[in-house]
């Protein structure tokens, strides 16, 4: 077993409520260590923006489904660590973390420095046959199932398995991790 792969990571995925892509309207976390689930979050976020009516189908949540549900800030206290004692995996990460970025600076809450992996581009590197990369494709490829598309923690669950799956096929190691340049702004 090699020594340098990555033991401890945390898979993100986020849904936003409008094009602007500066706020989040449900976010998923699931911590991971040795290969074993060892937590899975899901939040209802209140965006404090609009929803658009293309996000609201394509996630199904909507502006009366995330009244009283905290804002930003508050719950960036409470997840907080997830993003800065580890390693982040998410499929197409660089929307994902672009958009934290934008909601964190939008908070007026500094933007931490993230070390990721991205499972989009795993995919490419590992299946020199798919010709597409999102994270339906991929799951189809492998034969996992992706149960409500859009929904911040099916998808998260969709993406740990894909990480999983190229991880025993091509083990992701610390030199997969790259390092965001999201807090420059």
Not at 132 to 151: F, I, M, P, R, T
Request: net charge negative.
């Amino acid at each position: 077993m090699e020594t340098n792969m990555i033991k401890e990571y945390t898979v993100i995925d986020v849904e936003t409520p409008n094009a602007k892509n500066d706020s989040i309207c449900s976010i998923a976390l699931i911590r991971v260590k040795n290969d074993e689930i060892v937590s899975k979050e899901y939040h209802l976020v209140d965006p404090e923006d609009y929803f658009d009516q293309f996000n609201a189908r394509l996630h199904g949540i909507s502006k009366a489904m995330v009244k009283g549900s905290p804002v930003f800030p508050e719950l960036w206290d409470k997840i907080s660590h997830h993003f800065t004692d580890g390693v982040i995996i998410a499929h197409n990460a660089t929307f994902d973390l672009n958009v934290l970025a934008k909601s964190l600076r939008r908070s007026r809450i500094v933007v931490p420095e993230f070390r990721y992996v991205c499972t989009f581009r795993l995919s490419k590197s590992a299946n020199t046959g798919l010709r597409k990369h999102g994270l339906s494709s991929v799951c189809e490829y492998y034969g996992l199932a992706l149960e409500d598309h859009h929904n911040a923690l099916c998808d998260a669950v969709a993406c740990q398995e894909v990480y999983s799956k190229i991880n025993s096929v091509r083990p992701v190691t610390f030199a997969d991790i790259s390092v965001s340049s999201f807090s420059r702004g």
